[in-house]
């Protein structure tokens, strides 16, 4: 990396330069793979320096490429171009080992708490350098409980993907919205097709539709309903399928 990590066009901003914490749990992208999707964490831990501690201990073999406190301090563990131990089993649109096809940012949050405006407002311009320097578009945006559901539930129902959406960041409920169409009757085998199209991997209808509406529709809960198979249709017609 040469004896600066970090030049001027990974600065968060002109006075502001990302803390680099090397962590020794990362390996090289497989099969010549470079980052095509961002995958958004939460700890599950209430204090930054415990988690990075964490990211950084091999007896726990995993890391994240970024953490970013409560307060907007960002930390490099891993650098980009290698491959971060964040994602574990599963998939995203048909393609697995998602930690050589992704970069994984690591928010402080135990869970069960709003996601502070520093934190955000740095997370937001994170993304930004990222996806310039690996043309990763918002569609390739996605929080952990998507491609493992089930399996993971974070970032939550908590998580403000609209406020991302109106950054171009990603995709959310607001996305959803624009997109007209006569909402469906319930039918649990067509949900489960149509999420594995818009990239939700093979998985059991109540993980799936967990791991949907706490992106998609954070209030929602209970059986199937029409605005489920709505919203699932809205997003394959966003998504060009």
């Known amino acids: 990396m040469g004896s600066d990590p970090f030049p001027d066009r990974w600065k968060l901003s002109a006075s502001d330069l990302i803390e680099w914490r090397p962590s020794p749990n990362f ?12 995958v ?4 599950a831990m209430a204090v ?33 171009e290698d491959r971060a131990w964040h994602a574990g089993a599963g998939s995203w649109r048909g393609q697995d080992d998602i930690n050589s096809r ?10 069960s708490e709003p996601f502070p405006e520093p934190q955000l407002c740095a997370l937001e311009e994170l ?3 990222v996806m310039a320097r690996w043309d990763i578009p918002a569609q390739a945006v996605i929080g952990h409980q998507d491609m493992a559901p089930g399996r993971k539930i974070d ?26 169409l006569d909402e469906m009757p319930p039918h649990e085998k067509a949900f489960c097709q149509a999420a594995q199209a818009a990239g939700y991997p093979d998985a059991p209808l109540k993980s799936v ?16 309903s029409r605005s489920d198979m709505g919203d699932i249709e809205r997003l394959l017609a966003l998504l060009g399928n």
């Open 27 to 38: 390996g090289a992208r497989r099969n010549g793979l470079t980052p095509s999707f961002i």
């Open 40 to 43: 958004v964490h939460y700890t």
């Open 48 to 80: 930054t320096q415990d988690a990075c501690a964490r990211l950084c201990d091999p007896a726990f073999e995993v890391s994240a490429h970024y953490l970013i406190s409560r307060r907007g301090a960002v930390i490099q563990v891993v650098r980009e």
């Open 102 to 111: 992704s970069i994984g940012i690591e928010l402080t949050n135990t869970g």
């Open 127 to 129: 993304m930004r350098g």
């Open 155 to 180: 970032p939550g129902r908590a998580f403000p993907w609209d406020r991302l959406s109106i950054g171009r960041l990603a995709l959310g409920p607001r996305d959803l919205a624009r997109v007209q």
């Open 209 to 224: 539709l967990d791991a949907f509406r706490s992106r998609f529709a954070p209030g929602r809960c209970g059986p199937l």
